[in-house]
């Protein structure tokens, strides 16, 4: 697509306990247009929620540590960016949405407040420019603006995701990173929402991360999607190319094997057999090779790379530069 | 155009000013038992206030053996002590040592406690570490005597007393208010605050500290009267207030030894430090089910 906003490249996290160095993130490499809309999705642990927050610099101090790796955004390595620098970039450039409106919102601050709050930090604003853009964000997000005065506690979860969304645009960032924006939301709530959210960032161009593991999202609102098991980002594609092409890492076949099909019958859905590694001791060789279906013995060895056939990219011994077309 | 934003906006604020105070008084009616704390202290503090108005401070201390261990009656209408000086003259001018006590020792120790606290708390680690270690070895030694110790090597006297108070019960506060805020640091809307590019200062006092108001302020009153309880003791030993001056724990001393033939010379010092002190804690507990939006409906 258009320029490149984000890139991440060869990113490691770890996280330290006393006894244990858990590895959250091996290496990852991703690569954000402006615009655009990455899925990332994978079961819980696989260190979606450790990127997103290694890009904010919101790792818990003392325990989770970047060991190496870079993230460009706009030519500027944000890693070496000082804490003063990074509030900065945190809410103005880049904003979060964090799983759960219920508990994301403070209780004891109306929810004007907590709008005004995030412009009075980054844009350069009189009393009435705020109250202004706090009308304008609530409109945007479909809550009348005289209900700014209340506290979150009388606003419905769906409306708390909405203010919480209001919030996080508040500054036109140009990132987004939605942590499981819907999780903790129902069903007809979701599509709202995600309807919402789609309708902004076309409105705004405003880039995003989706985090979620629920594939039906992905297919509704993503442009990329990156599939991540322990650590590791398994595949990498287009949405077409991986909801429709032929050639999928073994992995991805498990998930969506895991998902009814409304067109296919089947009697059993078909879940990926066993649990995901503990990341404190990772297998050798490839990390799904314990669980995978068409593991061989160089799996066991060696860590595969990545096979690249133009934006779809596949790491896994199965597949060559001559097979996989 | 503009001239019509602004007026909005200022009647919006005030409107919502008015509002929340209103609503928390609302709230704080409800409690029966609050009010009336609400009403005894209020009686005290007027009385303190207006001590002088209500009865000369000579009364209070100009000793008249013609008239000493009097009863109730019209001209003094709760008797007289062992020197002949009026007692309720006494009660309502050593009402304002009493109050005055118990208040400025409660704020400056919720001030120092809670600055100590906070930083505790949010940070955690090595600087929670070397704060609570000093909190921890002044807690080792019991209050009172910490306190008596302090006013021994000071000297007694007013401004000795508070600062000795102060001290022993700073690191209680720390302790309680580094408990709450721990307690909030860990919920999702700080990490959201901090997303947001918040500074931590900002964090601290705008996110984390009225989330954690209701229980200090339920500390701080019960303390209060704590406060006056330890004063009182405090004087009755004779480390406080030094006698002339009406204090309600020296009164309790002086009297003592008057007590069994004019026990109204001790009950009433007495019944002036449980009222008041009891009503301090029923309208903490009142003001903290008020001051809480999450308990509104």
């Given amino acids: 697509m258009s320029d490149k906003l984000l890139d991440i490249k060869d990113l490691h996290v770890i996280y330290e306990t006393e006894d244990d160095t858990v590895r959250a993130v091996n290496g990852i490499n991703l690569k954000i247009g402006k615009g655009e809309t990455l899925g990332l999705v994978g079961e819980t642990g696989a260190g979606k929620t450790t990127t997103a927050l290694s890009i904010m610099g919101l790792l818990p101090i003392g325990a989770g540590k970047i060991l190496s790796g870079e993230i460009i955004i706009e030519n500027r390595d944000i890693l070496k960016f000082t804490e003063a620098e990074m509030r900065h970039i945190r809410g103005e450039k880049i904003s979060i949405i964090f799983q759960d409106p219920m508990t994301s919102l403070n209780p004891v601050l109306t929810v004007g407040e907590q709008i005004a709050e995030v412009l009075e930090l980054h844009k350069d604003l009189d009393k009435n420019g705020i109250q202004k853009r706090v009308d304008e964000m609530f409109e945007l997000v479909g809550i009348p603006a005289q209900r700014k005065h209340e506290y979150p506690h009388q606003f419905s979860g769906g409306m708390k995701q909405r203010i919480v969304i209001a919030m996080a645009l508040a500054c036109d960032p140009e990132l987004l990173i939605a942590d499981e924006p819907t999780t903790a939301l129902d069903v007809t709530i979701q599509a709202q929402v995600l309807d919402m959210m789609d309708e902004l960032k076309q409105r705004l161009n405003t880039s995003m991360i989706l985090i979620t593991h629920d594939l039906g999202i992905v297919a509704q609102t993503c442009d990329k999607v990156a599939i991540m098991y322990a650590g590791e980002i398994v595949e990498y594609g287009t949405l077409e190319e991986i909801f429709e092409g032929e050639n999928h890492h073994p992995y991805t076949v498990g998930l969506f094997g895991s998902i009814p099909s409304l067109t296919k019958e089947t009697k059993r859905l078909s879940p990926i057999l066993g649990l995901m590694p503990d990341p404190a001791d990772l297998p050798k060789g490839c990390k799904f090779h314990p669980r995978c279906p068409k593991c061989i013995e160089k799996c066991k060895i060696e860590e595969p790379k990545d096979v690249v056939n133009g934006t779809h990219i596949i790491k896994c011994h199965l597949y060559n530069i001559n097979n996989f077309k | ?297």
């Fill in chain 2, 1 to 297: 155009m503009s001239e019509i934003i602004t007026k909005q906006d200022t009647t919006v604020k005030q409107y919502k000013k008015k509002n929340q105070l209103a609503e928390i008084w609302k709230r704080l009616k409800k409690s029966k038992t609050a009010m009336m704390g609400l009403i005894i202290i209020s009686i005290f503090i007027l009385l303190a206030v207006f001590a002088d108005i209500i009865a000369d401070y000579d009364l209070a201390i100009t000793q008249n053996p013609s008239i000493r261990l009097q009863g109730p009656s019209t001209q003094h209408f709760l008797g007289t002590d062992t020197y002949g000086r009026d007692i309720f003259a006494r009660i309502i001018h050593g009402a304002r040592y009493s109050l005055m006590i118990g208040f400025v020792t409660t704020i400056l120790s919720v001030g120092i406690g809670g600055i100590f606290g906070a930083i505790a708390g949010y940070y955690g680690g090595r600087i929670d570490n070397g704060i609570m270690r000093v909190m921890d070895t002044i807690m080792a030694i019991p209050p009172i005597l910490l306190a008596l110790s302090i006013v021994a090597s000071l000297g007694p006297g007013l401004r000795n007393l508070l600062i000795a108070m102060t001290i022993s019960s700073v690191p209680s506060f720390t302790r309680v208010i580094r408990a709450v805020i721990m307690s909030v640091v860990g919920q999702d809307f700080v990490e959201a605050a901090r997303a947001c590019g918040t500074t931590d200062r900002r964090i601290i006092l705008r996110h984390i500290l009225p989330n954690a108001m209701g229980p200090i302020i339920v500390q701080a009153t019960m303390s209060v009267s704590s406060m006056i309880i330890s004063a009182a003791a405090l004087s009755f030993l004779g480390m406080g207030i030094q006698p002339p001056a009406p204090e309600w724990g020296a009164m309790l001393a002086d009297s003592r030894e008057f007590m069994r033939y004019y026990p109204y010379l001790v009950i009433i010092p007495g019944v002036a430090i449980v009222l008041a002190s009891l009503s301090l804690n029923i309208l903490g507990d009142g003001l903290r089910d008020a001051l809480d939006p999450r308990l509104k409906n």
